[in-house]
T-cell receptor, first 113, second 116 residues
Framework: EAQVTQNPRYLITVTGKKLTVTCSQN?????MSWYRQDPGLGLRQIYY???????DKGDVPEGYKVSRKEKRNFPLILESPSPNQTSLYFC????????????FGPGTRLTVL | SQKIEQNSEALNIQEGKTATLTCNYT??????LQWYRQDPGRGPVFLLL?????KEKRKERLKVTFDTTLKQSLFHITASQPADSATYLC???????????????FGSGTRLSIRP
């Protein structure tokens, strides 16, 4: 089944404790992206990747890191999480940038205490 | 900076009527525009895409229009059903200058409720 998977689905952590949210897609898509969703603010793009080893900042990249060492995986790293990073996070992929639908993962609800 | 507005946070309509949702943007026009459906606690699901040189796109009971003069897209659901109740998001794709990359910006969504 074609899908985007994220792990973990739920995470409660404390300020400053490094964490990684994994994202994997099995559709051989070139383009992958991370979003956060907050009430009243909608989905905001954090980082995106055009292909392996090619990443770029979205609208809200501060406090996040990403890597794209393999085509299928695009982990999101929070080196030192803070409470303002409490949010619902979505990973998405599409065959290529532009003119294609994005396939979204199920989401990761992160709480930073 | 580019802004997107979905002009209703919530829209309630009677079953069987046509629901019309609006997406307005500022500044320059996107290369294309997409509409997604999102159910509570789940990721958005793609519905329709329309390019800047297209005026209208249809898929079953769904219709999207794109007016680059008004800087507006309208999303219609005809013969609405309670199962259509969800949050609908518009997303605009703006190519980055001098690059093959593009930035995608989402609206905050309109929560649609269809009452029986």
């Amino acid at each position: 089944e074609a899908q985007v998977t994220q792990n973990p689905r739920y995470l409660i952590t404390v300020t400053g404790k490094k964490l990684t949210v994994t994202c994997s897609q099995n559709m051989n898509h070139e383009y992958m992206s991370w979003y956060r969703q907050d009430p009243g603010l909608g989905l905001r793009q954090i980082y995106y990747s055009m292909n392996v080893e090619v990443t770029d900042k979205g609208d809200v990249p501060e406090g996040y890191k990403v890597s794209r060492k393999e085509k299928r995986n695009f982990p999101l790293i929070l080196e030192s999480p803070s409470p303002n990073q409490t949010s619902l996070y979505f990973c998405a992929s599409s065959p290529r940038t532009g003119y294609n639908e994005q396939f979204f993962g199920p989401g990761t609800r992160l709480t930073v205490l | 900076s580019q802004k997107i507005e979905q002009n209703s946070e919530a829209l309630n309509i009677q079953e069987g009527k046509t629901a019309t949702l609006t997406c307005n943007y500022t500044n320059y026009s996107p290369a294309y525009l997409q509409w997604y459906r999102q159910d509570p606690g789940r990721g958005p699901v793609f519905l329709l895409l329309i390019r800047e040189n297209e005026k209208e796109k249809r898929k079953e009971r769904l219709k999207v229009t794109f007016d680059t003069t008004l800087k507006q897209s309208l999303f219609h659901i005809t013969a609405s059903q309670p199962a259509d109740s969800a949050t609908y998001l518009c997303a605009l794709d703006f190519p980055e200058p001098y690059s093959s990359a593009s930035k995608i910006i989402f609206g905050s969504g309109t929560r649609l409720s269809i009452r029986p």
